[in-house]
């Protein structure tokens, strides 16, 4: 055997290795919920039908086929509270997507502008709140945020408030914890981005006569746009499905998706209805994944 094949043989199932990946742990457990999304609800285990019995032979997998409907798919667009919840759930992500945009991105430019051996600090100053489970970081802001917390002992102590300010339970404070939570992913592809410009071109806008904010409207930022791109939907995408903060944090008044999937799974036991959902929601987020690819794509041929 020559060592062309040798060596070949590696790099063949090195490049099968994703697409096994995405059929064991995606396409299949996506063709499962499909199903379940297409079948009824029922007072039974599995909680619903109908089943596939493959050792009855093609005329029980055929009955099973045509007892599949769209039924509840319908009631998604049929019924308020799910229709509310995308709408929610989209706001709450766009709007929280674009703070965090706005907070940062002048973080990471100034990481980006450090000497370089402050980046490094930086860098783990960002990414240190990593190493505490996310979970208990979240109640550590219940902690803050209640009546008699941090927060309002501090705001009286300073005489800013007359009386203790209403903070959980509101979606000031399911904000408060999303931006918490999610600035580093927006930070760490931003400052990638950044670090990785020449300050000689910001140096040449300068010096042919370009204000500073004309330097970074002009120059800067949309040489940063494909940074704030993933930094956006690395936040965008796991905030509209979000369930732990708008669950500990906001009010129940306007549920989100995440909140109705689980309600539906763990509480109606509506199954059918919960993969639905999921179904849908999962169409939700490819919209901007496929605009993301497009826009890479666009960018690849125009460097060529």
Not at 151 to 163: C, D, E, F, G, H
């Amino acid at each position: 055997m020559s060592a062309r094949r040798i060596f070949a043989r590696p790099a063949r199932l090195a490049a099968i290795a994703p697409y096994l990946w995405l059929l064991l742990f995606f396409l299949v457990p996506f063709g499962f919920v499909l199903k379940i999304s297409l079948s009824q609800t029922a007072i039974a285990q599995p909680p619903y039908t109908p089943l596939f019995d493959l050792g009855g032979g093609w005329t029980e997998i055929r009955s099973a086929f045509a007892a599949l409907s769209l039924d509840n798919f319908k009631l998604l667009v049929s019924d308020d509270l799910y229709v509310l919840s995308y709408v929610r759930s989209l706001y709450v992500a766009v709007a929280s997507t674009f703070m965090l945009l706005l907070i940062g991105y002048p973080i990471a430019y100034g990481m980006a502008r450090l000497p370089r051996r402050w980046q490094a600090v930086a860098m783990v100053l960002v990414i240190v709140p990593f190493w505490t489970s996310f979970l208990i970081r979240i109640y550590a802001w219940i902690n803050i945020l209640q009546h008699d917390g941090l927060l309002n002992q501090i705001l009286l102590a300073l005489r800013l408030v007359p009386s203790p300010v209403v903070w959980l339970s509101t979606d000031s404070a399911m904000y408060l914890g999303i931006v918490y939570s999610y600035l580093p992913f927006m930070i760490l592809p931003l400052y990638a981005t950044l670090a990785r410009m020449e300050p000689a071109i910001e140096e040449a806008a300068a010096d042919l006569g370009a204000a500073p904010w004309q330097v970074f409207w002009l120059v800067t930022f949309p040489l940063s746009l494909p940074g704030v791109a993933a930094g956006a939907l690395l936040c965008f995408i796991p905030i509209i499905g979000e369930f732990v903060i708008p669950d500990l944090l906001a009010g129940s008044n306007a549920l989100m998706i995440g909140q109705t999937l689980w309600l539906e799974f763990f509480t109606n036991k509506d199954w059918p209805v919960a993969s639905a959902t999921a179904i849908v929601l999962l169409i939700v987020l490819l919209v901007p994944l496929l605009l993301y690819e497009r826009l890479q794509r666009r960018q690849l041929e125009e460097a060529r």
